[in-house]
């Protein structure tokens, strides 16, 4: 499974971006995919995660981005999105893509859990 993210820029606080991570490999439906960043100086932490099948595809996110991220996954182009609206200059990272092979949901936000990477992509929020 290759993994290759897009969509990073620089933006002014409040504005929006819209992140994609193609797949090339076989993902079931019964694995799960997810977004963490990584901060200047800081250690990369869990930022969404969707379960690949499913009608209505469960997702999970950390606090501070709930309300304001969204993660959805186009099966048929074998992609996950994360659409991010209100950004806020503490959103400035480095966000990289990941995906489990495993049916192990609970295990979602822990960055261990995950088979493969992407290699980031850069999101600079000014204030």
């Known amino acids: 499974v290759q993994l290759q993210a897009s969509g990073g820029g620089l933006v002014q606080a409040g504005a929006s971006l819209r992140l994609a991570c193609a797949v090339s490999?076989?993902?079931?439906?019964?694995?799960?995919m997810a977004w963490f960043r990584q901060a200047p100086g800081k250690e990369r932490e869990f930022v969404a995660a969707i379960l690949w099948g499913g009608g209505g595809g469960s997702t999970a996110f950390r606090d501070s981005v709930k309300g304001r991220f969204t993660i959805s996954r186009d099966n048929t182009k074998n992609t996950i999105i994360l659409q991010m609206n209100s950004l806020r200059p503490e959103d400035t990272a480095v966000y990289y893509c990941a995906a489990r092979r495993g049916s192990d949901w609970y295990r979602r936000v822990l960055e261990s859990a995950y088979d493969y990477w992407g290699q980031g992509t850069l999101v600079t929020v000014s204030s």
């Open positions: 490999g076989r993902i079931y439906s019964s694995n799960y």
